[in-house]
């Protein structure tokens, strides 16, 4: 089955600073990728995905890439700010069903 | 916007009971699913339900636990008898065809 790695597990950055989280997946077949964000005592929430067909998004102050070759995927979140600060995760899946394989999580600290 | 809710937002029980966690996913959605986060893991799935009936399930997801949507509006994950391990966050996610929006979960404390 797919298997998602996460990194890293915590990051901490300057207001105003860009943030990186990366990801890998293990099984070729998936073709979806999407990212969560995660706040204190709520479900995750979706912030942005990406498809195999696309090897870049952007979303105002967050993009994605992919690079369906070396099977990892990155989120860029540019002039972080502190309500940025959560857990995100991001996730994996393939065209054989709609189950979501996570990764670890990242807990994003920004400092004001 | 509409969203997943759920209900309770914290359940404790003991060894052994039932449990039944509610979710009410958003209306025009056709798939549903159940996740759960024991606490400082990982995000896991359960199982996804289209059409009134399971349409996968992981290893997770042994003969303890059903899903049901006994109406237009409700889906519900029950736990037969539940075990120590059983303790984490469930949540609760609908979707049209891809992208899953989730409920705030569910805390299940067992002691």
């Known amino acids: 089955g797919e298997n998602v790695e996460q990194h890293p597990s915590t990051l901490s950055v300057q207001e105003g600073d860009s943030a990186v989280i990366k990801c890998t997946y293990s099984d070729s077949a998936s073709n979806y990728f999407p990212w969560y964000k995660q706040e204190l005592g709520k479900g995750p929430q979706l912030i942005i995905d990406?498809?195999?067909?696309?090897g870049e998004k952007k979303d105002q102050r967050i993009a994605v890439t992919l690079n369906k070759t070396a099977k990892h995927f990155s989120l860029h979140i540019t002039e972080t700010q502190p309500e940025d600060s959560a857990v995100y995760f991001c996730?994996?899946?393939?065209?054989?069903?709609?189950?979501?394989?996570f990764g670890g999580g990242t807990r994003l600290m920004v400092k004001p | 916007e509409p969203e997943v809710t759920q209900t309770p937002s914290h359940q404790v029980t003991q060894m052994g009971q039932e449990v039944i966690l509610r979710c009410v996913p958003i209306?025009?959605?056709?798939?549903f699913y159940w996740y759960r986060q024991i606490l400082g893991q990982k995000v896991e799935f359960l199982v996804s339900f289209y059409n009134n009936e399971i349409s996968e399930k992981s290893e997770i997801f042994d003969d303890q636990f059903s899903v049901e949507r006994p109406d237009g509006s409700n889906f519900t994950l029950k736990i037969r008898s539940t075990k120590l391990e059983d303790s984490a966050m469930y949540f609760c996610a609908s979707s049209v065809i891809g992208d899953q929006g989730f409920g705030p979960g569910t805390r299940l404390t067992v002691t």
């Open positions: 990406i498809r195999s067909n696309v």
């Open positions: 996730a994996a899946r393939n065209n054989a069903g709609n189950m979501l394989t």
């Open positions: 209306s025009n959605h056709l798939y």
